[in-house]
């Protein structure tokens, strides 16, 4: 078990630039979710996958925001246009179907987004 | 909606000291709580959660926390912190059974612990 990894650790961007961040769950977890964590403030939800299915969206998930996990196992999470309100941990987190209960997230070290 | 309020933004106490997080919730029905620690450069770690039965549930770490449905509240407790327990901390309910709900989790503010010697 190596635990979900979140590349790239530190993006700075400038205003107006697309970033991507990747996430690699654990790797029998079909679950896969985004938060995004604002500094002095808990993690929000954003997005949910089971297996390589969108299942929910978060209001905070502008159009300039997508998500995808295209074969069921990682995930990328890209920022169009990016604006300085995006500057943010994003963080990725996935739990098993069958053997998890409600909310047993199992986090990655998150990807830590600046937009100067 | 679901709510979550910790309102101690930040607490010290002094190593072995006992400590109490206080966290009070918001939700229409039988919440899902749990409660995470964050570590700087740490993921998001499960201290503990309550489901349902015994209010008193054990954790990770020598943590507890109470749930007491009559005053909504989820507080952690430990009787004798250690040094390496100083983190961010965060109680967290989850939605109601449903599987496309699971791992929707609402998070309050987070308590920042200090230890001092």
């Known amino acids: 078990d190596t635990g979900v990894s979140q590349n790239p650790r530190h993006k700075i961007t400038k205003r107006g630039q697309n970033v991507t961040f990747r996430c690699d769950p654990i790797?029998?977890?079909?679950?896969l979710y985004w938060y995004r964590q604002t500094l002095g403030q808990g993690p929000e939800f954003l997005t949910y996958?089971?297996?390589?299915?969108?299942?929910?969206k978060s209001r905070l998930l502008s159009d300039r925001f997508s998500a995808e996990r295209p074969k069921g196992s990682f995930s990328t999470l890209e920022i169009q246009r990016t604006e300085q309100g995006d500057s943010a941990m994003y963080l990725c987190?996935?739990?098993?179907?069958?053997?998890?209960?409600?909310?047993?997230?199992?986090f990655g070290e998150g990807s830590r987004l600046t937009v100067l | 909606a679901q709510s979550v309020t910790q309102p101690d933004i930040h607490i010290t106490v002094s190593e072995g000291a006992s400590l109490e997080l206080r966290c009070n919730y918001s939700y229409g029905a039988t919440p899902y709580l749990f409660w995470y620690v964050q570590s700087p450069g740490q993921g998001l770690q499960l201290l503990l959660k309550?489901?349902?039965?015994?209010?008193l549930v054990q954790g990770i770490k020598g943590f507890e926390a109470e749930f007491k449905r009559s005053q909504s509240s989820f507080n952690l407790r430990k009787p004798s912190v250690h040094w390496s327990d100083a983190a961010e901390y965060f109680c967290?309910?989850?939605?109601?059974?449903?599987?496309?709900?699971?791992?929707?989790?609402?998070f309050g503010q987070g308590t920042i612990l200090t230890v001092h010697p």
């Open positions: 790797s029998e977890h079909n679950r």
């Open positions: 987190a996935s739990s098993p179907r069958d053997r998890g209960l409600p909310g047993e997230l199992f």
């Open positions: 996958f089971q297996n390589e299915a969108q299942l929910e």
């Open positions: 309550y489901f349902s039965g015994d209010t």
């Open positions: 967290a309910v989850g939605v109601g059974a449903g599987g496309t709900s699971y791992g929707k989790l609402t």
